[in-house]
Each structure stands twice: as C-alpha cells, then as structure tokens.
C-alpha cells in the first residue's frame, strides 16, 4: 500500500478525536480482546476457589454439592489462563523468557510464578488429595479408559486406610488455608499489572488490585451457580435450593463490597479532579457509556443487587421457582458485568491518548489474532474441558450421590 | 504400582522437581544479568559506556518545525514506512486567542501532529489557521525522555529493554516477546510495536552512531539547532550543552509522574504534556 493511500486511510478515520500521540493512533489497540479475556478466566478461577474455600476452610457444610464443582471449574479456568497472553505475544515463542529470565521488577515476570504455584501447589494438589480416596476406589471398580485415567490419577498410592484418608482432609484444609492468600495473589497481581502503569490514569490506581479481586470474587461465584444450576437441569436432578440460597447471600455481600469499591474509586476520581479528570469523564459518557454505565454498571451491579437484596429480605414469601430463575438470571448478568469491566479497563485504558487531548478508536476485529473469533474460543474452551471433567470425576456413574457431600460417596467413609 | 511408592516418595520426588525448576530459573537469570553487562548494543568494539553520558536538550523557541528531523531518523533507523510509528516527531501547538470579554488569558488550543510532523514525504501538511485567530504558536520536538527511573524498563518482564550505563534507553529485539507493557508504560508516547519484527522500539539516540563519535540523525539534521546533543562526562569548551544548561531555563516532561526524564526542554509552554 503507497504510503500516501495509508496515509489518507488514516485521516479519514472518523473515531480518531483530538489530538493523540502519532504511535497511538493505530485503529487497533495495543492490547485487544484476548487481553479482556485474560483477566476475566483468571477471575474466575479466583472466584470459584473462594467459594470452594468456603466449604474447606470456613466450613459452609451447606455449600458441599458445589465444592468439587466449585474446584474442577477453578481448574479447567487456569488450563486456559495463559493462553490468551500468548496468542497475543509478538514473539509466543518466546514465551518461557518469562520463566527462565524473570524481570523482577516487573509485575508481568511475576506471572510464571503466581500460575505455577497456584495450578500446581494449590488447585492441582488439594484436588489430588480430596479425590485421592476415590481415585483408588475408582481404579479398582471402573474398567477401559475410564479405569485406565483413575489408575493414573492414584500416582501409585493405593493407601485408603483411615488415616491415611484423615491426613488427606486435614492436608486438603491447609492448602485451602493457604490457597484463599495464593487466589488473592493470583487476581490481585492481574490488578497490579493495570494499576501500577502510572502513565495511564484510567489504569494507574492504588484500588486496581482490591477491586479486581472482589470482582474475581463476584464473577467466579456467579459461575459456580450457573454452572451448578446447568449441571443439575442436565442431569434432570433439583439444584439444592438451600445450597442456593446460600451461595446467592455470598455472593450479595461480595458484590456490596465490589460495588462499594467500584464507587469509591469513581468518588475519589470526582473529587479529586486531578488534570485527567476531564478526559476520563468523556470517556466514561461517551466511547464507554453502553459498556460502563448501561451493561456493567447497571445491567451488571445494580439491577443484581437489588434483586439479591429484595431475596435477602423476604426469601421465605417466594417460591422456589422463581427464586431459581432469579438466581440464575442475577449469576448470568453479573457475568456479563464482570465481563463488561474487563472491557471497560482494558480496551477503555487505551481508547483516550496519554496526552490527554483525544480519544482513539476501537476497530471491531472479527478473524487475526486479536480478534473476537479467537477469544470467544478461547472464553469457551474452559466450558469444554470442564465438561470432559464433569463426565471424568463428577459422573453420576462414579459419584452418583453428587448432592451430597462427597465424603457420603466415598469408599472409605 | 508398587507399595513402596509412598506418597512421601511422591511428594518429595514433586517438591526435588520444583526446586530444580527454581535454581535453573535464577541460574538463566543470572546468566542473562551478565549477558546484559557485556552487550554492546550497535557500539563498535572497545566502546565503553561507562565513559560517556549523553543528553539531548530541547529549545523549543528554536525549533521552526520543517520535519527534517523526523525524515531523517525514518531514513536512519528505518522506521517502518507506515506512516503512524515514529521514535520522534513534532508537535504543533497554537494557542488561539480567547474570545473577547470571555475574560481568559488564552482561547482554544489545537494541537496536531500530522503524518508526525514529516512535511518533506509530500503528505499533508499542519492545517492552517487564520493568524489574526492565533495568540501563539510553537512546534515541540517529541523524543524519548531518558528517564533515569524508566517505567518501560522497569515493567520489561524479561528484561529486553535496559539502561546503558551512558545514558540511552534500549530494547533487545532478538530477546523482546512483543508483550507491549512497555508501550503502555511509556508516559510520553514514545514507544511503538514495529509490525515487522513484532518487537517494542524505541529511540535509541542512535547508538550506532554516537557511539562512533557522530551525532543522531534528527540532530545533524536540524536547521535550527533546536536540538542540542553533547556528552556530559566529556565536555569540551564551550560545548551546545554546556552552553544550554548555563543560558536557558529547562524542565523536563510530565515531571510529577516521577520519571525523571533526562531530556530538559527550554521555553515549554503549560499546555506541552
């Protein structure tokens, strides 16, 4: 293409507004959809841990149908966490610079380190050691392939006598204790890598980290019931409406803390008027205002937490049916809001100039590496490796008392 | 299986695995912090940087805004030919006069930076504007700042761009993995992912030119001498730095985000970020 035909492509874009640095008036930003996507998986596996973390280590009894669902989707998320920073990597091959020569002061050289700890000291174990006990029981009982994947899974130890499978509870307990810090350091680095870009306004915030989590809470709690109420409709089984209840309490007060935060961090933005002030409110009003105020803001926080506080105050007086389309209706909107947010941040972040006199322009990409067809399969392959995951250790045919607690359909018990 | 295999066994074979995993990594990192020492990024042999600082200062007043220093460091340093990556550029500010009785000391300000302000490619020129409208104009020379607190270095995550010992600020693309943090850790604009190699770059002062005792490109170039380039730690008698540094007031860029960039701009104007 001819440098001037370029050139007069570029001026006739009409998104471009004011006056933005000549590197950054690239249609397509610098970090696209895949980045949106990468927050939002890592979330989620936050999230679900928590409210995993809840039955082990806050012992919620009633929160016991969903602790191995709440872990196996925890773990299919973190499969698919690293892959949209690299597909979106310049040099993917490259990638295990990351791990072999960290940069230390860089919170993106971090990210070998929180993911390896996490998937395998954290997630990867406390699931080996609740399973364990059905791995050998399962091993002996399931032939074919089946048998074959449990077999493996027993890494060779066979012992499920009573104390060994004590050991396994209480050593399940403490890498819950010491998961809830690693969940909060896996999404609160993610945070840390937006909020400590000071050339960035809309980034550059003590908050990022804190309001990422308690997002992450919100979002992969949301998923938990979703993804429970799904399983159960599947399997043509009642969700336990009293597991319900209680996961939809959780996860009202974590989204009152996610709110609140949310809120502050616009309050003090407000008040404290600093030189961006100006260009952030025009953001937030205009190239923002469908995916900040309508779809997260109000679709995504308010219009949930009403319907959760009006279920707080007189659950009793409605019936079960509704109080299960609710939840789940409330779980998919907080979802979409969650999603929205990482949009807002990341793609919101880079559509006004770091001179602060313009705005840059969004082109929707469909095909390419940054595009909307790569990260909705990216955003879906967790789904379906959780599925296989479901089939493999959560089987009516292996487990088939999944609504009760799992140490009911233990062997050893 | 055999039941000697514990799961001590297995667990202690995991945890020998990660700390193997552990000490390769710090060993890598090591090996690369001395790999860093030693490179001589486009220096001829027997350079040594610690020997040298350079600066580039900025007059703002002298500079009439031609372009030719964005052409020539296109042409030095082969910046990709399309026309939105630039490692410098000129900005043209005009602050319009504000209306009457509006009771303000300036009007309207525009700011533009056409095609990077390279006038001489035959491309679109800055748009005019009425002078009777105009209180002020000026053009800025836009480079990178050298800040001796790099926030682009600083977030790197493996350590592909670095600070040399004189004084340039520097990226490795045969080591850079085209994250692009560094881009968005640059206050100033100043970085850009080249489409061709998919790595970050950047100005480099033209390291394989100063270090050869030439100055930059945009240096040489400039008709106005609006760019000053000198080495602090060799000053010779009545060199342009020295002689700036003593003659003009100068503040650098975006100061309060603690950068500290050490190119100083002389005859800044408040409406300049």
């Given at each position: ?11 006739a874009l ?8 000549p590197?950054e008036g ?6 696209s ?14 999230g679900?841990f928590?409210m995993a ?9 009633v929160l ?7 872990l196996?989707?925890?773990l299919?998320?973190?499969l ?28 993106m ?7 390896a700890w996490?998937l395998?000291a ?8 609740d ?5 050998v ?5 399931e032939?074919g ?7 493996l899974?027993t ?28 969940a ?8 840390f890598?937006?909020?400590?870009i ?16 308690f ?14 109420m799904?399983?159960s ?8 409406i ?11 007060y974590?989204l ?16 404290s008027a600093?030189?961006?002030i100006q260009?952030?409110?025009s ?9 900040l105020?309508?779809?997260?803001a ?5 219009v ?7 279920m ?5 007086e409605?019936?079960v049916?509704?109080?299960?389309r609710?939840?789940?209706t ?35 990409d ?27 250790f959560?089987?009516e ?8 607690s ?8 | 299986?055999?039941e ?11 945890g020998?695995?990660?700390?193997g995993?552990v ?33 580039m ?6 500079c009439?805004?031609c372009g030719s ?15 939105v ?13 504000p ?19 390279m ?17 002020r104009?000026f ?22 761009t670095?600070?040399t ?6 990226v490795?693309s045969?080591y850079?993995?085209g ?10 604009g100043c ?39 000198g080495?602090l ?7 342009p ?33």
């Amino acid at each position: 293409m001819s440098l001037e035909l370029t050139n007069n492509i570029i001026e006739a874009l009409p998104q471009i507004e004011g006056y933005v640095y000549p590197n950054e008036g690239n249609v397509h930003p610098l970090w696209s959809v895949p980045i949106v996507v990468y927050p939002y998986i890592t979330g989620l596996v936050a999230g679900a841990f928590i409210m995993a973390s809840l039955v082990r280590v806050f012992n919620v009894k009633v929160l016991e149908p969903v602790y191995r669902l709440a872990l196996l989707t925890a773990l299919a998320f973190l499969l698919c966490a690293p892959l949209p920073l690299l597909f979106h990597l310049g040099h993917p091959e490259r990638c295990f610079e990351v791990m072999m020569t960290p940069h230390l002061s860089s919170p993106m050289a971090m990210f070998g380190f929180v993911y390896a700890w996490y998937l395998m000291a954290v997630l990867l174990l406390e699931l080996w050691f609740d399973y364990r006990a059905d791995f050998v029981h399962w091993s002996q009982t399931e032939r074919g392939l089946r048998g074959v994947v449990y077999r493996l899974f027993t890494l060779g130890v066979h012992d499920v006598s009573e104390k060994a499978v004590q050991l396994d509870a209480r050593m399940g307990k403490i890498i819950s204790v010491v998961g809830i810090p690693s969940a909060f350091l896996l999404h609160g680095y993610v945070g840390f890598i937006f909020g400590s870009i000071k050339a960035n306004p809309w980034w550059g915030n003590v908050l990022m980290p804190i309001i990422f989590i308690f997002s992450a809470i919100v979002s992969g709690m949301a998923l938990c019931v979703a993804m429970y109420m799904v399983l159960s409709w599947a399997r043509r089984v009642p969700a336990d409406i009293r597991c319900l209840d209680s996961m939809k309490t959780f996860l009202f007060y974590a989204l009152v803390m996610d709110a609140a935060l949310e809120g502050l961090d616009w309050l003090h933005r407000l008040y404290s008027a600093d030189e961006s002030i100006q260009i952030l409110k025009s953001l937030a009003f205009g190239k923002l205002f469908n995916s900040l105020l309508i779809v997260q803001a109000c679709l995504g926080t308010l219009v949930p937490l009403v319907v959760l506080g009006i279920m707080q105050l007189v659950r009793r007086e409605i019936p079960v049916v509704i109080r299960r389309r609710c939840y789940f209706t409330t779980s998919v909107l907080i979802l979409t809001g969650v999603l929205a947010m990482r949009w807002n941040v990341v793609i919101g972040g880079q559509l006004f100039s770091k001179s602060l006199r313009g705005f840059t322009a969004y082109k929707f990409d469909f095909a390419g590496q940054e595009g909307w067809l790569l990260s909705g399969a990216l955003l879906l392959l967790p789904f379906i490796i959780l599925g296989v995951f479901v089939k493999l250790f959560l089987s009516e045919k292996v487990w088939p008392a999944h609504g009760s607690s799992p140490a009911a359909a233990s062997p050893a018990s | 299986m055999s039941e000697g295999l514990s799961r001590r066994h297995v667990l202690r074979r995991l945890g020998g695995a990660l700390a193997g995993a552990v000490s390769l990594t710090a060993a890598r990192a090591a090996k690369a912090a001395v790999q860093k020492g030693l490179a001589s990024a486009d220096a001829p042999k027997g350079y040594d940087p610690s020997q040298h600082k350079w600066l580039m200062a900025i007059d703002v007043e002298r500079c009439i805004g031609c372009g030719s220093c964005v052409e020539a460091c296109k042409a030095e340093n082969h910046v990709p030919d399309s026309p939105v990556y630039f490692r410098t550029w000129i900005e043209r500010y005009l602050v319009l006069k504000p209306k009457l009785g509006a009771g303000e000391t300036r009007g309207e300000v525009i700011v533009d930076s056409p095609n990077g302000g390279m006038r001489k490619g035959g491309l679109k020129d800055f748009k005019p504007v009425p002078k009777e409208e105009i209180l002020r104009g000026f053009y800025v020379p836009k480079l990178c700042n050298l800040c001796e607190q790099s926030p682009c270095s600083q977030v790197c995550p493996v350590g592909a761009t670095f600070d040399t010992p004189d004084g340039a600020v520097l990226v490795d693309s045969k080591y850079c993995i085209g994250c692009g943090f560094c881009i968005q850790a640059c206050p100033y604009g100043c970085r850009f992912m080249n489409p061709v190699t998919r790595t970050a770059e950047k100005c480099t002062l033209c390291y394989h030119r100063i270090t050869r005792g030439l100055k930059p490109a945009c240096v040489e170039v400039c008709p106005g001498e609006a760019r000053i380039f000198g080495d602090l730690k060799n000053i010779a008698p009545d060199d342009p730095i020295q002689r700036f540094f003593e003659t003009r007031k100068a503040q650098p860029l975006k100061p309060h985000l603690g950068t500290k960039p050490r190119v100083q701009y002389a005859g800044l104007d408040m409406e300049v970020r």
